[in-house]
């Protein structure tokens, strides 16, 4: 997680350094040690200042990619950042950083835009559209705070204020540079004052109060954690609460792996209706469930069929608060759960049932490889076997999502996926955030051929940059989830078929796999695993139909809906 940046001096030396050197500055301070990007005439001079700087700057194929990418950046690191040219950049990632928004993800979205001389001469530039405000209005709905730095007396502090929102909400956030301001040195000396938010004592205290006596007088207590636990760095004060008070943990399907799931507290994901039952009974069975840090969406809720009480709920997230029917306001999450756990809670004596056991649910359900055709269940347990603490799996959406709900993953913040705002075409771009963010970590790509028709070409980056992927591509010919969905032999859900491991020799570099039957893609998988030197592609040929049980669950509620 990036780091904090409100505490010790807040003097700095900002005597001859221009407004594009202090943003690289401060950028730099809250961990950002990689951008994503493509770059244009109007933020060529800030590119350069890039490059000259210990920022390593990442050209990606597209602009929705650089996005993607910097978003899986900042799960990992704590924040990230794109740099894109005005307007046929800026527009064309807007896509992945209303995805970041959505789901909590600190990206700072850096562009260039015309030079405020060329501005007064009254004549179209190039890339505008409508008129100079437009990209910025458009950013304006799905970024938390924004700034054009086009005054030299204000541009520092603007820097700092939107820097200081984006880490503190955990969402996006948007700076404009004029491209003849890149190099301006603002006649002022500056001082960075640090964050303001100050939280309610008072608030607080009678929060943590109810709370505790609610926890205290439960019979059978659980936690349902959310993506925010993992965002904010606080899953040792959640492990900490729910050890002191002997309460078992679940997770939503976003918040999937905010903690290891092979931690003795932790029972598995609650889907409501749409996944394991067994997790489900024993979350909704409770007489007292603390959200902590979930986004109560449709799919974390089971496309509602989760059966909450919510007078038998503590709601607690970043920006609300709610204890059945009471409401508080501005109550920090990270307060919170550390007023929880330093009040002093008896633990509760709930017990874990065997088969929510972490052992119990890494074991695999299927048995040994055949010449049977590969279905996608089959395929995780297999998986399961191999991932281990230095293993980061991304998800795409579809059945690649649904059916790597099954993984255990073994460390916390290990399982990226676009749960939330589920837009296809995230997981490789995202591959390149997660490598470079953890260079020494292995990272699987689970992607549908209709994805990866989308965004696969970002494998090429990957390879440029020296990464190592196991990319592991499931061929349903087309759209899988949709035909699940509405029902019928509909043409739009098909694609064209493409000879995916001829890739690689077009990429130049990597080894390729074809798998139809369960002992092909076993080898494939093994020798991927065996061999840490080079990429990997497993063009995995799906049985006609194949889904896995919550893909078939989520349909069966979705469909009533879709008409």
């Known amino acids: 997680m990036s780091k904090s940046v409100a505490t010790g001096s807040p003097r700095r030396v900002t005597a001859n350094v221009s407004i594009a050197q202090y943003l690289i500055q401060r950028l730099q301070d809250y961990g950002i040690g990689h951008m994503f990007g493509i770059p244009g005439d109007y933020v060529l001079s800030l590119y350069s200042e890039l490059e000259k700087s210990p920022i390593e700057m990442i050209g990606c194929t597209r602009e929705d990619c650089a996005g993607f990418a910097a978003d899986a950046y900042s799960r990992l690191n704590g924040m990230g950042a794109v740099c894109v040219t005005y307007c046929v950049g800026g527009l064309s990632v807007c896509n992945s950083i209303a995805g970041a928004f959505a789901e909590k993800s600190p990206v700072v979205v850096v562009t260039g835009s015309p030079g405020l001389k060329e501005r007064s001469s009254g004549a179209l530039l190039h890339h505008m559209v409508r008129d100079f405000r437009t990209q910025y209005e458009v950013f304006e709905k799905f970024t938390i705070a924004g700034a054009e730095l086009s005054d030299p007396l204000t541009a520092f502090a603007e820097i700092d204020r939107v820097l200081d929102a984006c880490d503190r909400f955990k969402r996006p956030v948007y700076l404009e540079l004029p491209r003849d301001m890149v190099h301006v040195v603002p006649p002022i000396v500056h001082g960075y004052r640090g964050s303001s938010h100050v939280n309610d004592q008072q608030a607080t205290t009678e929060a943590i109060r109810e709370t505790s ?51 003795p507290m932790f029972i598995g994901l609650y889907e409501g209706a749409l996944g394991d039952q067994a997790v489900t009974q024993f979350v909704e069975n409770s007489d007292l469930v603390l959200l902590l840090g979930a986004f109560m969406s449709d799919i974390n809720l089971g496309i509602f069929s989760a059966n909450l009480n919510p007078a038998r709920c503590v709601y607690a997230t970043s920006e609300t608060l709610r204890i059945s029917h009471h409401h508080y306001h501005n ?52 998986l399961n076997r191999l991932i281990d603490a230095d293993t980061i799996v991304i998800a795409d959406v579809g059945d ?62 990957l390879i440029r940059c020296g990464h190592c992927p196991i990319v592991i591509l499931l061929d349903n010919h087309g759209y899988g989830t949709e035909r699940y969905l509405h029902a019928g032999d509909w043409k739009y859900n098909e694609i064209h078929h493409w000879n995916y491991g001829k890739l690689l020799d077009v990429y130049g570099c990597g080894k390729s796999h074809y798998a139809e039957t369960e002992l ?44």
């Open 213 to 263: 006596r609610l926890i205290e007088s439960a019979n059978c207590p659980v936690i349902l954690a959310g993506v925010e636990v993992h965002r904010f760095g606080l899953q040792d004060e959640l492990l900490q609460l729910a050890e002191a008070a002997n309460i078992p943990i679940a997770t939503t399907m976003l918040g999937k792996s905010v903690i290891s799931e092979r931690h």
């Open 400 to 461: 690649s999502l649904f059916a790597a709900t099954e993984l255990t993953i073994h460390e916390r913040g290990e399982f990226l996926s676009p749960a939330y705002y589920t837009s296809m075409g995230f997981s490789v771009p995202a591959a390149l955030g997660a490598a470079t963010a953890r260079p020494d970590h292995r990272v699987v790509v689970l992607v549908g051929d209709g994805a990866f028709q989308m965004t696969g070409q970002e494998l090429s980056t």
């Open 520 to 563: 092909e893609f076993e080898k494939a998988l093994q020798d991927a695993w065996d061999t840490l030197d080079q990429p990997h592609l497993i063009h995995a040929k799906l049985v006609e139909g194949d889904g896995s049980d919550t893909l078939k669950n989520l349909a069966d509620r979705m469909s009533k809906t879709v008409g």
């Open 331 to 382: 109550v920090g999450l990270k307060e919170f759960i550390v007023g929880l756990v330093e009040s002093g809670l008896v633990p509760q004596p709930r017990s874990i049932p065997e088969q929510l056991s972490s052992t119990k649910r890494s074991s695999s359900k299927h048995g040994e490889p055949g010449e049977g055709g590969l279905r996608t269940s089959w395929m995780m347990s297999r």
